[in-house]
């Protein structure tokens, strides 16, 4: 094996082993706190039913300003406070919202490519990669499609160094996987 595909198949199992210990400590806490403690008094006061175009709202923002908040806890949200005959399109809408606000992070980096902020981040931070992001960009869009990686900050360093368009589309689709498998262990995991 090639130096270079051991060092992309390093940087994958490790970003993917990161993203799933913490998907497992969420997970697990997850379980904890609805199987063993007794939060139904507190569930009386504290009401989790939001309206879902605000919830809609907040996620879209959250992952447009680098992921703020975790999407499992829109998940969680969803199977908690909605009827679980809606879950799965709850983590459709999820997927999809975070697939428009990565092309949207994508396009702002596309716009950056054209200014003087670019210039400077190239000469500081960015130019001695941006060979390489070119060259191997598909698989860091593929990583922080399913990790917990940053996602819109990758798209829009991958937008600004001039990725194609078309690649980008094609290889952040991974993103739809992630919230498969996330939706499915919260499914899971849910006390029904």
């Known amino acids: 094996m090639l130096r270079r595909n051991k060092v992309r198949?390093?940087?994958?199992?490790?970003?993917?082993?990161?993203?799933?210990?913490?998907?497992?400590?969420?997970i697990i806490f997850y379980k904890v706190t609805f199987s063993y403690l007794d939060l139904s008094s507190l569930k009386d006061q504290i009401t989790f039913d939001f309206p879902?175009?605000?919830?809609?709202?907040?996620f879209f923002s959250s992952e447009v300003i680098l992921g703020?908040?975790?999407?499992?806890?829109?998940?969680?949200?969803?199977?908690?406070?909605?009827?679980?005959?809606?879950?799965?399109?709850?983590?459709?809408?999820?997927?999809?919202?975070?697939?428009?606000a990565g092309f949207?992070?994508?396009l702002f980096g596309k716009y950056l490519h054209k200014t003087?902020?670019?210039?400077?981040?190239?000469?500081?931070?960015?130019?001695?990669?941006?060979?390489?992001?070119?060259?191997?960009g598909w698989l860091v869009i593929v990583v922080a499609a399913i990790t917990p990686l940053p996602f819109s900050a990758t798209?829009?360093?991958?937008?600004?160094?001039g990725f194609n368009r078309n690649k980008y589309l094609f290889y952040s689709s991974a993103r739809f996987i992630?919230?498969?498998?996330?939706?499915?262990?919260?499914?899971?995991a849910h006390p029904f």
Do not use: D, Q
């Open 9 to 26: 198949l390093f940087f994958f199992l490790k970003n993917f082993l990161r993203g799933l210990l913490f998907f497992g400590i969420a």
């Open 52 to 58: 879902t175009t605000f919830v809609f709202v907040l």
């Open 68 to 100: 703020v908040i975790p999407p499992e806890l829109f998940m969680i949200w969803a199977i908690t406070s909605k009827p679980l005959s809606s879950y799965f399109f709850y983590v459709l809408s999820f997927s999809i919202i975070s697939y428009i």
């Open 104 to 106: 949207v992070a994508f």
């Open 116 to 136: 003087l902020v670019y210039e400077f981040m190239r000469k500081n931070i960015i130019g001695k990669y941006e060979r390489k992001i070119n060259a191997y």
């Open 155 to 161: 798209c829009a360093v991958i937008g600004a160094v």
């Open 178 to 188: 992630r919230y498969a498998i996330y939706g499915f262990f919260i499914w899971l």
